[in-house]
């Protein structure tokens, strides 16, 4: 299972850091994903990253704008976004693609707002 962490309430144009941390190896894990659900929409995947980088995914919405890293030694899976929108506001998940469903955490909530 993940646990996500670092989200919170950001103005347009700045900048967060998402970490979620395994609860146990994610070595083995060839591809992990961050995905977001925003309200009333379904959830969807935002970046990829593969095992051994640096091939990664990046949804149209946050090319050039969210960069996915992982650290497998320590288990975690990072999302750094920058020039954040308003229509990036939604509950951030991560997971393996593709998810596992006993998977999922809590999510960390981001909104983008001013």
């Known amino acids: 299972q993940f646990v996500e962490s670092g989200g919170g309430l950001v103005q347009p144009g700045g900048s967060l850091r998402l970490s979620c941390a395994a609860s146990g190896s994610i070595s083995n894990i060839y591809v992990l994903g961050w995905y977001r659900q925003a309200p009333g929409k379904q959830r969807e995947l935002v970046a990829a990253?593969?095992?051994?980088?640096?091939?990664?995914y990046y949804s149209d919405s946050v090319k050039g704008r969210f960069t996915i890293s992982r650290d497998n030694a320590k288990n975690t899976v990072y999302l750094q976004m920058n020039s954040l929108l308003p229509e990036d506001t939604a509950v951030y998940y991560c997971n393996r693609r593709p998810p596992m469903e006993k998977w999922w955490g809590q999510g960390t909530q981001v909104t983008v707002s001013s």
């Open positions: 990253i593969s095992r051994g980088g640096p091939t990664n």
